[in-house]
């Protein structure tokens, strides 16, 4: 086989390789997924709220972002469960799915419950904040009140929450835990299509480019 056809078919194989791989998993790819559990055994059998909240900041231009909450488990009863207990920009009802946008200033889901030992759920984030270059943070904090529903509990940290998630423009996520012994969060790992995909499309794009400077060579 002459050079240039072996030059050409491997470029081929270049090709359809990266193409595979940039199409393995786009969606998951510009999501980020975290479990955040609560341990409230020390509030066990009390009634009370859970507080979460999603908000921009000040600075015009916010770049948009979304949180999904998901897979909501553990042994707390949630008293007069519904959509009413949001405010703002934010749909669903727990126990199944919530999904607040930062298009709004203020974004909450308060909702009453019965404390057993654990509260548990998952926390996704989209939107074009992942890829902005400017702009203002958007938090997404978690909080537990008092049946008075304004005392913070399980924290000391002025703002009363428990954890907050900093979304940057950019895409980087830092959460900021106020009560270790209260408040695990674990980043879910993303699965191994999506974590290729940028070298997919990087892959699909330097062999196009060769493609198309060898597209006069016959296979043979």
Do not use: C, W
Request: charged share 10%.
């Amino acid at each position: 086989m002459a050079p240039t056809a072996r030059t050409q078919r491997s470029t081929l194989l270049i090709l359809m390789t990266g193409l595979i791989l940039a199409l393995a998993s786009p969606v998951h790819a510009m999501v980020v997924d975290y479990v955040v559990s609560l341990n409230t055994s020390a509030l066990m059998g009390t009634s009370g709220f859970l507080d979460l909240q999603f908000n921009p900041g000040t600075i015009p231009g916010t770049p948009g972002a979304e949180a999904a909450i998901s897979l909501f488990s553990g042994d707390a009863v949630l008293q007069n469960p519904g959509q009413a207990n949001g405010t703002g920009n934010v749909t669903g009802a727990l126990p199944g799915e919530l999904v607040f946008h930062n298009g709004t200033q203020f974004n909450s889901f308060f909702q009453e419950v019965m404390f057993g030992t654990t509260i548990s759920f998952h926390a996704d984030f989209s939107g074009a904040f992942l890829t902005a270059l400017s702009g203002a943070h958007t938090a997404f904090s978690v909080s537990v009140y008092d049946a008075d529903g304004i005392t913070p509990l399980l924290t000391t940290d002025p703002s009363g929450a428990l954890t907050i998630f900093d979304l940057a423009p950019g895409g980087e996520i830092t959460p900021m835990i106020f009560n270790p012994s209260v408040v695990t969060v674990a980043a879910v790992p993303l699965p191994a299509a999506a974590v290729l995909f940028p070298t997919g499309l990087s892959l699909f794009a330097v062999a196009r480019r060769t493609f198309k400077g060898n597209r006069s060579v016959v296979l043979g």
